[in-house]
């Protein structure tokens, strides 16, 4: 194997102006993405102007409707109250009542129950007042 052995550059031919390759498959899309662009255009049609107008007063009772109850959804200012804090106010005005109750009338060993019994009712109240 001789080192020495030089080889001849490849002979390339390039085409040297800026211009796509004539190609009639590509001048066929060209030329029906054309037609699509013009007819969609002329498809659409001028848009309508929509007039304004004064809304009668149906539509603004229905206006305001239901911007109200979109405001309440959204934000409500006054958020109500769930019903489960209403439980836990109920159960625990009950179970403090109870509790009381059972402290007033009993002997010792029962003073002890409506003392727990009346813990349980305060920790219920308050959960039904100050809970979220």
């Given at each position: 194997m001789n080192t020495m052995t030089?080889?001849?550059?490849?002979?390339?031919y390039v085409r040297n102006d800026n211009k796509?390759?004539?190609?009639k498959l590509l001048r066929q899309r060209?030329?029906?993405?054309?037609?699509?662009?013009?007819?969609?255009?002329e498809a659409s049609g001028p848009l309508e102007s929509s007039a304004t107008r004064k809304i009668n007063t149906v539509e603004r009772l229905m206006f305001k409707k239901m911007n109200q109850?979109?405001?309440?959804?959204l934000a409500p200012s006054k958020p109500k109250k769930a019903m489960?804090?209403?439980?836990?106010?109920?159960?625990?005005i009950l179970l403090l009542v109870i509790g009381v109750v059972?402290?007033?009338?009993?002997?010792?060993?029962?003073?002890f129950l409506g003392i727990i019994l009346a813990l349980a009712g305060v920790v219920g109240v308050i959960a039904g007042l100050f809970g979220e």
């Amino acid at each position: 194997m001789n080192t020495m052995t030089t080889t001849s550059p490849p002979e390339v031919y390039v085409r040297n102006d800026n211009k796509p390759a004539p190609s009639k498959l590509l001048r066929q899309r060209m030329d029906r993405v054309e037609t699509l662009l013009v007819s969609t255009h002329e498809a659409s049609g001028p848009l309508e102007s929509s007039a304004t107008r004064k809304i009668n007063t149906v539509e603004r009772l229905m206006f305001k409707k239901m911007n109200q109850s979109n405001s309440q959804q959204l934000a409500p200012s006054k958020p109500k109250k769930a019903m489960g804090d209403r439980i836990k106010l109920f159960g625990g005005i009950l179970l403090l009542v109870i509790g009381v109750v059972i402290m007033i009338a009993g002997p010792n060993p029962i003073l002890f129950l409506g003392i727990i019994l009346a813990l349980a009712g305060v920790v219920g109240v308050i959960a039904g007042l100050f809970g979220e």
